[in-house]
């Protein structure tokens, strides 16, 4: 059983917007994050929401992203796109850690479950 499911994604112009979302059928959802990997780079962290509301962003999205999360669903709105936002997304959930400071720092391997991945294409 699927317990991550992700839906959005595609193809958009520079500068355009595009929303994912994600549905965790698990309790191990103290934290709750968006991941993506782009061609021939690694799989980093993009943005977290913590159970309680607590939300952390990578560098590169602050201000552009937002995201956001309500029970069991995450979503991840993505404005002002550029083509180095260009990846395959992945939604991740994980249960409660003892002393973690914010879920995007959580190493990968401590997430529980993962989505399949989807694409976001953004031509210049």
């Known amino acids: 059983v699927q317990q991550v499911v992700e839906s959005g994604g595609g193809s958009v112009q520079s500068g355009g917007s595009m929303k994912l979302s994600c549905t965790v059928y698990?309790?191990?959802?103290?934290?709750m994050a968006w991941f993506r990997q782009a061609p021939g780079k690694e799989r980093e962290g993009v943005a977290a929401?913590?159970?309680?509301?607590r939300t952390t962003y990578a560098d590169s999205v602050k201000g552009r992203f937002t995201i956001s999360r309500s029970d069991r669903q995450l979503s991840l709105q993505m404005n002002n796109l550029k083509p180095e936002d260009t990846a395959v997304y992945y939604c991740a959930t994980g249960g409660y850690l003892f002393d973690e400071a914010n879920c995007l720092d959580r190493p990968q391997a401590r997430y529980d479950y993962w989505g399949q991945g989807t694409q976001v294409t953004v031509s210049p």
């Open positions: 698990t309790d191990k959802n103290w934290c």
């Open positions: 929401a913590q159970h309680g509301g």
